[in-house]
């Protein structure tokens, strides 16, 4: 006998004691009494495999019956909810605290990587923007963006807040927040806020006042 066939019969007799399947030909041993219309019923023991999953559960029961009876104080259903949900409570606490900018308004900043300034550039597009203002926001309907001059105000939570809520009655621009995420609108207005100061090739002239001048910083070399 070779060492495949050892390890054939292995498995074979492993695969023979966790099924204790009877041996074809000789079910006549196990054939029951009833005969219903022809058909007949053999009494197979239950598979080994199946009775062991069986007892497992059993078993792991058996820590929970513990668990309920003898340690309920410790351990219980309604504890170890609140535990998960205190938890994910926590989870969220620490997110907003490591967040502040995404969920309250007066702590919006102005931000600045290029992924985020690339999906505002994108939003501009693929929410109209661009249709009132332009592709390089130079202006037509809606005022020029590049320049330091604004109706309603230049700085980021400002700008927020006209995306958000609209301008003033009846100019045009209308209230964003049921149709733009409270994501967008902040990466709509970093984007705005990078695009100032550059040079539209048909700038609309300056509307409003200098609400918020651009501070150019002198780039360190
Ligand atoms: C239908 C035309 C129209 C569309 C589309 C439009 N705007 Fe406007 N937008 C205007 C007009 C008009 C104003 C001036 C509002 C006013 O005078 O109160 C304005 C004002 C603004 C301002 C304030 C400018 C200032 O000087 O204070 C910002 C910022 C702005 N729009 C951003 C956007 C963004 C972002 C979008 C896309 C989500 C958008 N707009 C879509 C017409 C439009």
Redesign the pocket.
């Known amino acids: 006998m070779n060492k495949n066939s050892e390890k054939i019969s292995g498995w074979k007799r492993f695969m023979k004691s966790m099924t204790k399947a009877h041996e074809l030909g000789t079910e006549e041993d196990i054939m029951l009494d009833h005969d219903y219309d022809g058909i007949k019923e053999l009494d197979n023991v239950l598979p080994p495999w199946w009775l062991y999953g069986f007892y497992i559960t059993i078993a792991i029961s058996a820590f929970y019956i513990f668990q309920v009876f003898y340690n309920s104080e410790a351990y219980n259903q309604d504890k170890e909810y609140e535990a998960a949900v205190a938890a994910g409570k926590a989870e969220i606490e620490a997110y907003k605290a490591a967040n502040p900018q995404l969920f309250d308004d007066a702590n919006i900043v102005a931000l600045t990587s290029a992924e985020d300034l690339a999906k505002g550039k994108e939003?501009?597009t693929s929410?109209?923007?661009f249709?009132?203002?332009l592709a390089d926001l130079g202006g037509s309907?809606?005022?020029n963006?590049t320049d330091n001059?604004?109706?309603?105000?230049?700085d980021v939570k400002t700008?927020f807040n006209?995306?958000s809520k609209g301008?003033?009655p009846g100019?045009?621009?209308?209230a964003?927040e049921s149709s733009?995420t409270r994501e967008e609108r902040i990466q709509?207005a970093s984007y705005?806020i990078s695009m100032q100061g550059t040079l539209p090739a048909n700038p609309k002239a300056a509307?409003?006042d200098v609400l918020f001048p651009v501070v150019v910083e002198a780039v360190e070399e």
């Open positions: 939003l501009f929410k109209t923007c249709a009132c203002h309907i809606g005022p963006l001059t604004w109706i309603l105000g230049g700008i006209t995306i301008g003033r100019k045009g621009m209308i964003w733009v709509l705005i509307e409003g």
